[in-house]
Structures are given as structure tokens and as C-alpha cells.
């Protein structure tokens, strides 16, 4: 069992949102208990039935629950539960979790997200401060970090597992509700989009790949989004001397899947070679992405790259905090060289911002103003406070599983 770093608010409502495999039901039942809880699997043809064809049949249900937590998962299955559940609470009647894979289904069924009256959280595959000792770098780069793919014994049952998880998603969030027109459409953009992961994202370039028009894979990325399938990493704004580049990054929620949707799973990850770099790339920021969330203190993390190439991977802002840069490597052994547009980004930035160059190099150490430092302990001391706890915890149950 697996101790997550998302907290709930206290006694209040909230939506816990995220791709599907992220463990979201199984966290809920280890941090809520079934004594005081009424759980309700949307994902059940005949719940999701009766509650599509008589929503209002909620308020029954929570005057029965007597004062237990009411949980409906997969809220995007029946989004005018969602019109119930807000004059519920208008009324101050119940206290309700809901999860969800998909945004834009909730925001296509004509749902408010409840105007402002429940919290927000998402959940994330595992992370590295979540394995603990049980972390494997190579098992991450090569399958990625959903809970199922890391209680699975054999590389070719994560085989199995991630290349059943793409179909999923194609046959379940996309084609079941009809996100899209064409689903082959989406499945060849899918890939195209897969194989740019973590690169400055140009929809004119995939619109000639994928035969499709601009505005469509516009739209399309949205959907990958809204699904929670990945994340857009957009521009820092460097000062009007610089032009900086307005197209974003992608980065795929996760190592394993973003592979198996760009039909590379088979494909080794090989120490020192470009392949091994992004892969290291996507885990970290994705990692950093994560615990930016879980964190929930205004931490906005970001990418710079202008027009005449200057480059920094990470641009990390915090309210209250100094500008971090962080250039990503994942060499064994770092030097200035690894640091060359960060000795270069002196001028543009205040004096106090931090630079960073992070990588697989063990040795940490401060020369000409950057800081050496093995990835694990920039994580650990970034997010030292999520790591110590907060004060944040669910109503009902005790602490986090």
C-alpha cells in the first residue's frame, strides 16, 4: 500500500480528478471509512442507468445516508448528478467527494463544477517520494509509475497492461463519450502527439502529419487535457529584449503510457543516448508537475526558449520566492558545459534567482553561482514541507493512507 501526498480539505466537498489508473477509488477507500461512507460506482451500467434517467433520486439517497460522506465516482457518467448535488449543498445538505476522469465531459453536460462550492484536487501516478524504497528509475523510464504497473511482478505484464491501457482510453473516455467525431482521426494524432512528448508543441506540423487542420489538433490536445492524460508546460515571459517563443511543450501524465501511445514501448531506453534524455526529461518534470500540485502553495512551473535558442528546461516561480532555473540532465557527471544557458541567463533575471542543474550526478556542489544537485535531493528539498505534511486532511477519516 502506497502512502499518497494529495490532501483533502476538511469537511468540505471537493472533486478528486485524474486519468484513469491513477488510483483515485482506491485511495478514497483506504482514507475513508466504509462506516461512514456511502459509496456510488457510476461506472456500473445499472447505477449509472437509474441515476442518468432520474438524477433527483440523490436526494433520497443522501436523507437515507444519514450524515455519511457520499461518494460518486466517475461523476462525468451522470453530470446532471452534478445540478443535484449543488442545490444540495445550497441547502447544506451533505458532504460529497466526486471523482472524475473527464473535465470536458462534465463541462460539455452543461455542469458548473458546482460554482465555486467544492474543492479541486487532482491525482497524479506515483511518485518518486511515494515509492520510497521501492523506486526503480529504469522501471519508471521504461513503464511509468501508475499504481497497477508498479505492483505488476513482470516487464511483460506492464507490457500487457500499458498497451490494454491505450486501447482503453480510445474505446472508453473518447469513442463511449463521443469526444470526438473521428476516432481514427484522433488515434493517428494520438500517436504523432505521443512521439512529440515533451517537445515545443506546433499544431501546423502535426496538422500536415496527421492530415488534419490546425484547429483540430488545437482541439484535440484540449481533449488529452481535459481527460488528464497530460499537461501543456507554457512560456516564461523573459522582458521585450528577448522574443520568446509562444508555442508550449506537452508533457504525457506518465513515462508508460506516453510509450505506449507512441507505439514505442518496445523500444529499449540505452544509457547515453538522446532517447534516454527525454525519457529522464518527462519523469522529471512530470514528477516536479505533481508535486507542484500536491504542494497547492501557487508553485507555477514553466519552460523558456527564444526565438534565437536560448533555452531553459525549467523556469520554476513561487509566490513570495526567488525565480528558480533548472536545466535537466541526465548524465552521471556534470559540468559547466550542462550549464552554459544558465551562466547565460545572468543578465535577464534578478540577482537572487536560484540556478540549478540537476541530473544523475551524485556529487552536489555550488560553482560560479550554479548548484550541482542529484535530482533526489532537489526534490526532497523543494517540497521538504509536502514531505513534512500539512495540516490539510479529509473529513471523517484520519491522515493520509
Known amino acids: 500500500m502506497f502512502q499518497r501526498l494529495v490532501s483533502f480539505p476538511v469537511d468540505r466537498s471537493f472533486f478528486l480528478l ?8 482506491t485511495l478514497l477507500r483506504q482514507r475513508f471509512a466504509e462506516s461512514t461512507t456511502l459509496f456510488l460506482d457510476l461506472l456500473s451500467p445499472s447505477t449509472e442507468l437509474r441515476f442518468h434517467r432520474k438524477p433527483e433520486l440523490l436526494e433520497g439517497v443522501v436523507s437515507e445516508a444519514a450524515g455519511k460522506v457520499i461518494v460518486l465516482d466517475e461523476i462525468q457518467k451522470v453530470p446532471a448528478l452534478l445540478d443535484v448535488v449543488h442545490s444540495l449543498l445550497s441547502r447544506g445538505r451533505g458532504t460529497f467527494v466526486l471523482t472524475g ?35 526503480s528509475l529504469d522501471r519508471t523510464l521504461a513503464w511509468g509509475n501508475l499504481p497497477e504497473v508498479q505492483t505488476l511482478p513482470e516487464d511483460a505484464d506492464r507490457l500487457d497492461f500499458l498497451l490494454a491501457y491505450a486501447q482503453t482510453y480510445l474505446r472508453e473516455e473518447i469513442a463511449a463519450e463521443q469526444l470526438v467525431r473521428k476516432v481514427d482521426a484522433f488515434r493517428g494524432f494520438l500517436e504523432v502527439a505521443a512521439q512529440g512528448n515533451t517537445r515545443l508543441v506546433n499544431a501546423t506540423n502535426i496538422a500536415r502529419d496527421t492530415g488534419l ?33 509562444s508555442m508550449p511543450k506537452f508533457f504525457f501524465f ?28 518527462h519523469f522529471l518534470v512530470a ?46 557527471a556534470v559540468d559547466e558545459r550542462h550549464a552554459k544557458s544558465l551562466l547565460l541567463a545572468a543578465k535577464d533575471f534578478p540577482a537572487d534567482t536560484e540556478r540549478y542543474v540537476i541530473s544523475r550526478d551524485g556529487i552536489a556542489r555550488e560553482e ?34
Open 213 to 245: 487542420d490546425p484547429k483540430t489538433v488545437q482541439s484535440y490536445f484540449s481533449i488529452l487535457e481535459d481527460t488528464h492524460l497530460g499537461f501543456f508546460l507554457e512560456q516564461y515571459h523573459l522582458s521585450a529584449r528577448k522574443r520568446v517563443l
Open 18 to 25: 485524474g486519468a484513469r489508473g491513477s488510483g483515485k477509488t
Open 368 to 401: 560560479d553561482g550554479i548548484r550541482y544537485m542529484p535530482w533526489q535531493d532537489f526534490l526532497k528539498r523543494q517540497f521538504a514541507t509536502l514531505l513534512a505534511g500539512t495540516t490539510e486532511q479529509p473529513g471523517g477519516p484520519s491522515g493520509r493512507a
Open 101 to 135: 476522469s473527464s473535465s470536458r465531459k462534465l463541462r460539455r453536460g452543461g455542469a458548473n463544477l458546482l460554482a465555486g462550492r467544492a474543492a479541486v484536487r487532482e491525482l497524479y501516478p506515483l511518485s518518486y517520494l511515494e515509492l520510497g524504497d521501492s523506486f
Open 254 to 281: 506518465d513515462n508508460g503510457v506516453a510509450r505506449a501511445m507512441a507505439q514505442t514501448i518496445h523500444v529499449p531506453i540505452a544509457e547515453s543516448t538522446s532517447y534516454y534524455g527525454e525519457c529522464f526529461e
Open 287 to 332: 514528477e516536479l508537475w505533481r508535486l507542484a500540485a500536491y504542494e497547492n502553495r501557487g508553485r507555477r512551473i514553466q519552460t523558456l526558449r527564444t526565438q534565437d535558442d536560448f533555452e531553459v528546461d525549467l523556469v520554476m516561480t513561487q509566490p513570495g520566492q526567488a525565480v528558480k532555473l533548472v536545466e535537466i540532465k541526465s548524465a552521471t
